[in-house]
């Protein structure tokens, strides 16, 4: 018998699987940005190459090379922005037309539910989606100030304004980084999101599958290794 003691067409199954949704979001997103002690993840340790691109960038000459690389993540931000949009819109329409996502679901099989449970199913989808907008909007605007801060360092590496310049452009650096890498995380709980369409069940699978899959890719990954790796 179908447990109601959440009113309308969700059940206690639903409420537990959204609530482990957004518990799991939350907290691998504040551990990776504040992991512990002796162990950071990946984010982190980046943070400290980025202050080096900037601590060289003072004495490279010519600065193409710099140059290339900021414009590359730009690229990237922007890329994922439009696909954000893309999705964005896919969601929405699919929002106006359920009846359809419900015929397929029969098709399978699924539970039959009124149109306002797969409409809600898919906000919650979407509410991702657009939080990954706005951070790598938010996340290119800051590679432009970035890129701008750069253009301000002075050529000559002696001048004593050079290497705060460049720690100043290095700090900008790391907060659209940090901008960017939760908009990927949140790319990825869209994904696990989606499950809830499938019912309570697949959404907490889903889930914990993001959930290691993130937890692997920012402390138990090969890159990981190789960026703690020192030189002689």
């Not at 960038?57 to 922007?78: H, K, M, Q, Y």
Request: proline share 5%.
């Amino acid at each position: 018998m179908e447990n109601t003691l959440i009113p309308g067409p969700f059940t206690t199954a639903d409420a537990a699987a959204v609530v482990w949704l957004f518990f799991t979001w939350y907290a691998v997103g504040w551990f990776t940005e504040h992991p512990p002690k002796g162990y950071p993840s990946v984010s982190v340790l980046m943070k400290e190459y980025r202050r080096e691109w900037m601590r060289q960038f003072v004495t490279r000459d010519p600065r193409i090379f710099d140059g290339n690389i900021l414009s590359s993540l730009r690229e990237g931000t922007a890329f994922f922005a439009s696909a954000c949009m893309i999705a964005i819109g896919g969601g929405l329409a699919l929002i106006g037309n359920t009846d359809q996502l419900a015929g397929v679901a029969r098709q399978f099989d699924l539970e039959h539910a009124p149109a306002l449970k797969w409409e809600i199913k898919i906000v919650i989808a979407l509410f991702f989606v657009a939080n990954a907008l706005l951070r790598f909007i938010w996340s290119h605007r800051l590679f432009g100030y970035c890129a701008i801060m750069m253009a301000a360092v002075p050529n000559k590496s002696d001048d004593p304004h050079a290497l705060p310049r460049a720690m100043q452009a290095a700090e900008i650096n790391i907060t659209a980084a940090k901008s960017f890498n939760s908009g990927l995380r949140c790319v990825y709980f869209a994904l696990g999101a989606l499950g809830w369409l499938a019912g309570p069940l697949w959404l907490f699978i889903a889930t914990s599958t993001v959930l290691a899959m993130t937890i692997r890719r920012e402390w138990a990954s090969g890159s990981r290794r190789v960026i703690l790796e020192r030189l002689p």
